[in-house]
């Protein structure tokens, strides 16, 4: 079955589609990791997004249960230059073909993914539509101009927990040797689901927390009368502009238990902090951004995933940067200054991508010691 894939500006990429077969609307972006497609469809950051993977054989070891990031893709659609559509790998259970077709994700094969992805690094991400029933790629593109962005979006509603639930699994076998062994003694972890990945929650469990879930909607009242060690605001898609509830949420919380944003969650303690919110012209998607720790000089590779960033001089006197990237020198960490509190704009469990970065939940549990011994 034919595929088109239509951009606003007009430009039209034919190909052959494969997954679900109908119609979807969604910014178009590329991801530049070489591995963990499977991550990276069920990652709901992804939700509103359509994703071009720049790696030019995807599907080679199909999918398993294992490395779900969330119960199924939330992505719009997949574009990829080459389908494997007979995997090899003893763990895979099915697919990526099949996946996606009982996901309901319309992908798009046999594009021309490098063209692509020069023109969206040089035009930047625009609104796009997947398309297996239009006639015409004008049909497309007009469809596609007629489709939302993601400027002023809430796409957390459509993602994350709407009740609360308890998270103590850690690391399974095969990451074993990552992290050490569950330390005691344990501490209580409340995290903010605004559509957290699942190695995130493995990794606070690894590093000695028992973990509560709340939906995004929890009030600071709410999350505190829990009376958690440590507080983390996970990652998640849309603008975090569209989020004033969770920046309130979160400065309420503020001085009061120790805390860590995660990407969306790093958007929001930086909003929460006095800070303003841009968008990039494209943003970093991928498992391989250089970001350096300011204090230190020490240089990590990055796993990233993300559209809007913080403006540096916003949050000065309330906040200071701890992290910069190398590629466009943007900001990637930050610190409150009279509370603990930090974030990055980065994703510290990876999946897919290095684990250079595996030492930041050992710091958050380390600062939850320093600030409440004992509790």
Same mark, same amino acid.
């Given at each position: ?29 590329? !991801? ?71 996901? !309901? ?169 006095? @800070? ?89 549990? @380390? ?9």
């Amino acid at each position: 079955m034919q595929a088109i894939l239509g951009l606003e500006d007009g430009t039209v990429f034919p190909g052959i589609s494969f997954g679900a077969a109908g119609e979807r609307a969604g910014e178009v972006c590329f !991801n530049t990791s070489l591995s963990g497609y499977q991550e990276i469809l069920t990652d709901a950051s992804y939700k509103g997004q359509i994703v071009v993977m720049t790696a030019v054989h995807i599907g080679n070891h199909g999918v398993n249960e294992e490395d779900m990031e969330s119960c199924f893709p939330h992505l719009e659609g997949f574009v990829v230059r080459r389908l494997s559509r007979v995997p090899s790998n003893h763990r895979s259970t099915t697919d990526l073909d099949t996946f996606l077709k009982k996901g !309901n994700v319309v992908g798009i094969e046999d594009v021309d993914t490098r063209a692509l992805t020069r023109h969206i690094a040089t035009k930047g991400e625009m609104r796009a539509v997947i398309s297996t029933t239009a006639k015409s790629g004008a049909e497309v593109v007009e469809k596609a101009r007629q489709s939302p962005g993601l400027e002023g979006r809430d796409l957390v509603h459509e993602v994350a927990t709407r009740e609360p639930r308890e998270w103590l699994q850690g690391y399974v076998s095969r990451f074993a040797a990552e992290l050490p062994a569950r330390p005691e003694p344990r501490r209580s972890c409340v995290v903010l689901d605004f559509g957290v990945k699942t190695n995130i929650l493995r990794s606070l469990v690894q590093v000695g927390f028992d973990v509560t879930v709340l939906p995004p909607t929890a009030t600071a009242e709410e999350i505190l009368e829990r009376r958690p060690s440590g507080v983390v605001y996970s990652n998640g898609p849309g603008d975090p502009r569209a989020l004033p509830g969770a920046v309130k949420s979160l400065q309420g919380v503020l001085g009061k238990v120790p805390l860590m944003g995660i990407c969306l969650g790093h958007q929001i303690l930086g909003l929460a902090l006095g @800070g303003e919110i841009y968008r990039l012209k494209f943003g970093h998607h991928g498992g391989n951004h250089p970001v350096l720790e300011v204090s230190s000089g020490r240089i990590a590779i990055t796993a990233q995933n993300h559209g809007f960033a913080l403006r540096p001089e916003s949050i000065e006197g309330r906040g200071r940067v701890t992290h910069l990237n190398l590629n466009d020198r943007t900001v990637e960490g930050i610190e409150a200054a009279d509370v603990p509190a930090f974030s990055v704009q980065y994703h510290p469990e990876a999946s897919p991508g290095p684990h250079d970065s595996l030492g930041l939940f050992h710091r958050f549990r @380390g600062l939850v010691e320093t600030v409440r011994p004992g509790g």
